[in-house]
């Protein structure tokens, strides 16, 4: 335990290595992997479908937060490789390859060279050029899926048959959600796992100051590159799932919206933390349906005209109250809260314990 | 517009812009630049949606084609006002060439290939000035 005023020291390596410290921490996480293990018990389809978006969100935004939130490099073009995924995914669904263990490697290599060949550019421009650059990045990939959607004979989209190996076929709202949220704690395992490796520290030694980095014989050319691949696999391969989940892909599903999302996603979490990563998507992810609770709470019968523009303005005001007045998001929240109760009846953290 | 580099506003907004800790302490009012140059920007989009609106059908989606704006403004280059004209007119020739003689879908697609293809040779721009970009 953290002992109020004194240090926290780790006897050993195993100790100093480990990702969960303390009784409290281990018991917390048991308790909250009892609740998602046995929510589909309790909870109704519904519940379980939104907390399956959720970690669904949760794998994407993880993936733009190692990219904008530790190696600093803006994107607006996550939307992209997200189709980029789906779409070789439907691509190869069309051709007859239906198994998720030909399609997902595949659609790996896809996001892994398309993050490359963004990820190129990134070495010679910073900021908002960067930023353009994504952009374009990402509607150049919508009109590659929009070409290939037109091609196939004029459908809205494509359908993708449940997910198929040996046997087991995934299908169902219990079974996705215990897919989803298994892969979303992988996600968020790797993510803690790499912020904490030599490539995480690179990382944020590039965001920081990218010539101070070079400078204490980073590579940061390379280090760029594998931010922008590692961010592009994993969005690629949450592109797929996302295909194989809802059964159909369709262009329109890809707009430039999604990518403001997941970067309000890592803003409101928390940027540059894998916690406010996840938080901040299971908050964007529910803030809609939340406001329909709401409005349809206060006045049932006008429901219908105030949900859809209360939901943007909700969108875009909480967005500009984050950014104003608590730029370190939920994660900054939840720290502040741990600490007063951490540290009551004192203010302060003494100087030493970190 | 009476805004250029050569009128002490538009040197105090370039300032401003570039360095505003610098600026503000050359008597510069950073606060006010920032306002006004928001102001202006506000009100010559407004105006551009207004013109546009009267010819398409209004929706709230029509705002999408603000992001058509970037890809104009840094053709022309980003420090470059005079250079926004002829390269809004290059852009949309080559946005109703490429759908004139290619593929109806290019549209939305071709203004950010003009984007690409600038940041890749000219990333300055056809009229910015070479030496204020930041690059690695």
Same mark, same amino acid.
């Given at each position: 335990m953290r002992a109020r005023g004194g240090g926290y020291f780790t006897t050993s390596y195993e100790a100093d290595l480990?990702?969960?410290?303390t009784r409290l921490r281990r018991a917390a996480l048991a308790a909250l992997a009892l609740v998602l293990l046995g929510l589909p018990q309790l909870a109704s389809g519904f519940v379980l479908d939104l907390v399956s978006q959720a970690a669904f969100a949760a794998i994407g935004a993880l993936a733009l937060n190692v990219l904008? %939130?530790?190696? %600093?490099q803006i994107s607006l073009g996550h939307a992209g490789f997200l189709a980029a995924g789906a779409f070789t995914t439907a691509a190869l669904v069309e051709r007859g390859v239906v198994s998720p263990l030909v399609t997902l490697p595949a659609t790996a290599l896809v996001g892994g060279v398309l993050g490359l060949a963004v990820g190129i550019p990134s070495l010679r421009l910073k900021g908002l050029y960067l930023a353009l650059g994504t952009l374009a990045m990402h509607h150049v990939v919508l009109y590659a899926a929009g070409e290939m959607q037109a091609r196939a %004979?004029?459908?809205t989209g494509f359908t993708i048959p449940a997910p198929r190996v040996g046997g087991l076929v995934l299908k169902g709202t219990v079974a996705w959600y215990y897919v989803l949220v298994a892969l979303a704690a992988l996600a968020l395992v790797l993510a803690v796992n790499l912020q904490r490796s030599r490539a995480g520290r690179a990382w944020m030694a590039i965001r920081d100051r990218d010539v101070a980095a070079a400078s204490v014989g980073i590579d940061v050319a390379r280090y760029k590159l594998s931010a922008f691949v590692w961010s592009s696999v994993v969005t690629a391969l949450a592109g797929a799932l996302f295909a194989y989940h809802r059964g159909f892909v369709s262009v329109?599903?890809? %707009?430039f919206f999604v990518a403001v999302e997941y970067i309000a996603m890592i803003i409101i979490g928390g940027l540059g933390s894998a916690l406010g990563a996840v938080l901040g998507a299971a908050f964007v992810t529910l803030l809609p349906y939340a406001i329909d609770a709401l409005v349809a709470g206060v006045s049932p019968d006008a429901a219908q005209y105030y949900v859809f523009p209360a939901k943007f303005g909700a969108f875009g005001l909480l967005m500009a109250l984050f950014l104003l007045f608590?730029?370190?998001g939920l994660v900054g929240i939840w720290r502040r809260v741990r600490n007063w109760f951490a540290l009551w009846p004192f203010r302060h953290r003494p100087l030493r314990a970190s | 517009m009476r805004i250029s580099t050569t009128n002490s506003n538009g040197v105090g907004i370039g300032s401003a812009g570039e360095r505003a800790l610098l600026a503000s302490q050359r008597g510069i009012n950073v606060h006010g630049v920032f306002a006004l140059s928001w102001a202006l920007a506000a009100f010559a989009g407004g105006l551009a949606g207004m013109i546009y609106a009267s010819n398409v059908r209004l929706e709230p989606?029509?705002?999408?084609?603000?992001?058509r704006a970037f890809a104009v403004a840094l053709v022309g280059?980003?420090?470059?006002?005079?250079?926004v004209i002829p390269a809004a007119l290059l852009v949309a020739a080559v946005e109703v060439a490429s759908v004139r003689y290619?593929?109806?879908?290019?549209s939305d697609v071709s203004p950010f290939l003009c984007l690409l293809v600038m940041l890749l040779i000219?990333?300055?721009?056809?009229?910015?000035?070479?030496?204020?970009l930041e690059r690695v």
């Open positions: 480990a990702l969960v410290d904008t %939130g530790l190696a %600093g %004979g004029g459908n329109e599903a890809f %707009g608590e730029p370190l | 989606s029509l705002g999408i084609l603000g992001l280059g980003l420090d470059s006002l005079g250079g290619g593929n109806p879908l290019l000219r990333p300055w721009g056809l009229f910015g000035t070479k030496e204020e």
